[in-house]
């Protein structure tokens, strides 16, 4: 094993936000500390951590590194001394490691893109249900306003499912995301939504310079 596969296979993303001042909660959230964040967003799963406010994520090598501004190898050799860990002599948690067996590291990386787009669909929701909220009772609501007051709720269930919910859950949910192209759905809607006011945005800089 090298320096950094030592160290992964050596401590947990839980034990090394505990190390530097994180607490997480029962659910393994905690207050990101990348942004200004009021309520726990950063979930720390075993061996990553996810924010779905700012989408921070990573793994320990990472962790460490954001939070001390660290190159990766400065991380790595900083946990080495924090966690007394030999590089020359790996412990036996490391050196028992198992292999990570393909179908888990898909579902993970699965798991990461379903969380990823969520949390962006989730931002624009917000940002609509605010900007394009009717300033009059009788003024006709905006289609954006409408979505946004429609969908917001069922994408943060389905965002808090993954973030709190037992593995089984998570593993349905992702399948059924990924399986109904549910995810891609809804990822090209953020992207559309985005290229649009994007579009929007020239043609009023344009008819402003005519």
Known sequence: MNLFET???????????????LQPNHHDMVRCPFHDDRHPSLKLNEDYFYCFGCGATG?????????????????ARKL????????????????????????????RDDERYCQR???????????????????SMGEEPDDRF????QMFSYIEYLADLLAVGDL????????????DGK???????VIRAYEEERRAKNAEEINAAS
């Open 59 to 75: 793994d320990v090598i990472d962790l460490t590194g954001r939070l001390f501004v660290l190159s990766p190898y400065e991380a």
């Open 146 to 149: 409408v979505e946004a007051c």
């Open 80 to 107: 080495t001394v924090d966690f007394g860990i030999d590089p020359d002599k790996p412990s036996p948690a490391a050196a028992l490691a198992k292999p990570k067996h393909p179908m888990i590291s898909a579902f």
């Open 117 to 135: 787009v969520l949390c962006d669909y989730m931002h624009l929701l917000e940002d609509w249900k605010v900007r394009f909220a009717p300033v």
């Open 7 to 21: 160290v992964k296979a050596s401590v947990s993303v839980p034990d090394v936000a505990k190390m530097y001042g």
């Open 183 to 189: 995810i891609t759905g809804l990822e090209d809607r």
């Open 168 to 179: 089984e859950q998570r593993k349905t949910l992702v399948t059924e995301l990924i399986k």
